[in-house]
């Protein structure tokens, strides 16, 4: 989604605004901007396209001050414009820029412009600064002018505003939309995410929900949803690496593909030991609560949700509880029936995803037992509002194309497959099988990545396909379906997934040879039944690719290319699977010339509805 960066300092801030700007681009990039104030008043400057068209301008320009906020934007509302991008500006003194929906904005832009506004943009954003300047033309000051625009706002911002007669002061203002303060010595940064300030301070104040503060270059101050004034506590940020950086590689989706035995080591490391896996690791009150758990409420979006949809196959195989899995955007709006001692999951790479979020604070108030959120970033929303944590600690993520943060959390669901089992009374060998199958991953993982350069000259063969077909059966279904979103999402060719069995029940009809078949193979008692959907694909005419164990025993013909992958324990087989098919749809792309990291219309965390 879009970024927001802002800094007040006694040095002058375009470059760091634009550093971070940079370093937020990956989540929302069809245009930037940047407001600074200095002698001559307020100057902006918004550039359609990427950072580097506005950082251009901004050279050209020379414009610079001592406190400054600036913005990538990822459209909803209105088209992709110079008008469009942010900062927005009223009357010359007043600018905001903004994450999140104003819901009402139609109703307040009546209501402006019956006061005199005349509205530049066809945004909802824009309303904000005029609110803001009508509340300052009232007499109040900034941080009180802020406080009663947002009162008047429906829906999710997190908004960083300044005003010229209050120069060195930014108002920031959080309800729906993460917002962090970065604490400098003698400056402060604000920020949608830590990542874009990394370069500047390791400390971090998160904004909660309701939350209005006031950063100046030596003081913050903070106001909760009832006004009081509050502390909130102050985190050294732990982020190891430089996360804005691609290394050695040409993509950070390359990037984050190979970082995966990493990923996974760090993710377990600690978390198990010998035939046991560290229920701790889930939070310290996971022993009792898992005690109780005799049902299992999953939700999440996207390739989270593919995670979510593995984890049913194997809670329900494996540790003898039952579970549900659901898309966030439609458990929100139904009336689900919860059962008696459910655990409430949701799953999330950012722990900010608005659907998501809006599910677990939906179920906090229809009885489930407890929450538990799968998380990669231990300051989100997420991991602050569920009873349970497990951080996956996969680093870093900026590819817009899930993938490091995908295997990560199914190790974190087997895990709590094994806690549940444990907790369950079910036979102890399971839990030593997924704690030794667990430990295995990381070598595995790496030998995986070796059929890269198969990979990569298979790719060529997708070069002039427009539609493709994925394969899968049992806990293979979902890595068939994540196969598929990943090809679709990276290099546009469309791609529908279905569980080998229902073929026969329409989508054999799309068969030809110009529909290539992906085929993700079990090893398992269901590898036979699969065989025959193959069979009825070959009988088409059909072309297959199918990644599959030596032991499974496909051999390569005219009509299907075999990929052989390193023999796993199957109950990890989803985990390693999904390696290649990421390769894939990375090199199709690369064939295919898209923009890899960056993905027309998508957006990293998408924190609006
Ligand atoms: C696809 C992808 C998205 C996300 C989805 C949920 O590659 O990245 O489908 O998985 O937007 O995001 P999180 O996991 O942050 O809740």
Not at 102 to 130: K, M, P, W
Not at 176 to 196: C, H, K, R, T, Y
Request: proline share 2%.
């Amino acid at each position: 989604m879009c970024g927001i960066v802002g800094a007040t300092a006694e040095r002058r801030v375009a470059e760091i605004l634009l550093e971070g700007l940079r370093r937020l681009e990956y989540r929302g990039y069809d245009s930037a901007g940047i407001a600074v104030l200095n002698d001559q008043g307020l100057q902006e400057l918004r550039r359609v396209g990427k950072v580097q068209a506005l950082a251009a301008a901004q050279e050209e320009t020379g414009i610079n001050g001592h406190v400054g906020i600036a913005h990538t934007r990822w459209a909803t509302h209105g088209k992709v414009t110079k008008e469009n991008a942010h900062p927005h500006v009223s009357s010359d003194t007043v600018a905001v820029v903004h994450n999140g929906i104003i819901e009402n904005h139609e109703a307040l832009r009546v209501r402006l412009q019956g006061l005199g506004y005349s509205f530049q943009s066809e945004t909802d954003t824009e309303v904000i600064c005029h609110l803001v300047h009508h509340e300052l033309e009232k007499g109040h000051s900034l941080l009180d002018a802020v406080k009663a625009t947002v009162k008047q706002l429906e829906g999710a911002y997190g908004t960083v505003i300044m005003d010229q007669r209050e120069p060195g002061h930014l108002v920031i203002a959080r309800s729906g939309s993460p917002l962090v303060i970065g604490l400098g010595i003698g400056e402060n940064f604000v920020a949608s995410d830590q990542l874009a300030l990394l370069p500047v301070t390791r400390e971090f104040m998160y904004l909660e929900e309701g939350d209005v503060a006031s950063v100046t270059r030596t003081q913050i101050k903070v106001f909760d949803s009832n006004d009081k004034m509050v502390e909130r506590q102050v985190h050294t940020s732990d982020l190891q690496y430089d996360a804005g950086g691609k290394g050695e590689y040409r993509h950070f989706m390359l990037k984050e593909i190979h970082e995966q035995p990493i990923a996974m080591r760090n993710t377990l490391e600690g978390r198990i030991d010998g035939d046991r896996i560290a229920i701790d690791a889930f939070g310290p009150q996971a022993e009792d609560i898992f005690k109780n758990i005799k049902h299992v409420q999953i939700i999440a979006c996207g390739t989270s949700y593919h995670a979510g949809m593995v984890a049913r196959y194997w809670l329900e195989q494996y540790a003898g509880v039952s579970c549900n899995v659901e898309i966030a955007s439609e458990f929100r709006y139904r009336s689900s029936y919860v059962f008696p001692n459910s655990l409430f999951v949701t799953i999330s790479q950012s722990g900010e995803t608005a659907d998501t979020l809006a599910a677990l604070r939906l179920a906090k108030t229809l009885g489930y037992h407890a929450s538990l959120t799968v998380c990669n970033v231990a300051s989100s929303s997420m991991v602050r509002e569920s009873d349970l944590a497990f951080l996956t600690k996969a680093g870093a993520e900026i590819g817009v194309a899930s993938t490091k943060a995908f295997t990560t959390q199914l190790a974190g669901l087997l895990m709590l497959v094994a806690a549940l089992g444990r907790a369950n009374g079910v036979d102890a060998s399971i839990e030593a099988r997924i704690s030794h199958a667990l430990a295995s991953l990381p070598n595995k993982l790496e030998e995986a990545l070796n059929i890269t350069a198969e990979i990569e000259a298979l790719a060529e063969e997708f070069a002039d396909k427009e539609n493709s077909l994925f394969l899968g059966r049992g806990d293979q279904y979902p890595i068939a379906m994540e196969g598929a979103l990943k090809l679709k999402e990276v290099s546009y060719i469309h791609a529908e997934a279905y569980a080998a069995g229902e073929l026969k029940h329409g989508p054999l009809a799309l068969i030809d040879a110009q529909m290539p078949v992906i085929v993700v193979a079990p090893n398992n008692e269901l590898l036979e039944k699969l065989k025959s959907n193959v069979e009825e694909v070959r009988a088409r005419g059909g072309i297959m690719y199918v990644f599959a164990d030596k032991k499974a025993q496909f051999k390569s013909d005219d009509t299907m290319r075999v990929i052989n992958l390193v023999h796993v324990d199957e109950i990890i087989a989803p985990i390693l699977y999904t390696l290649p098919l990421q390769l894939l749809s990375y090199y199709v792309a690369i064939i295919k010339g898209t923009d890899v990291d960056q993905p027309r219309n998508l957006a990293k965390s998408v924190t609006v509805e």
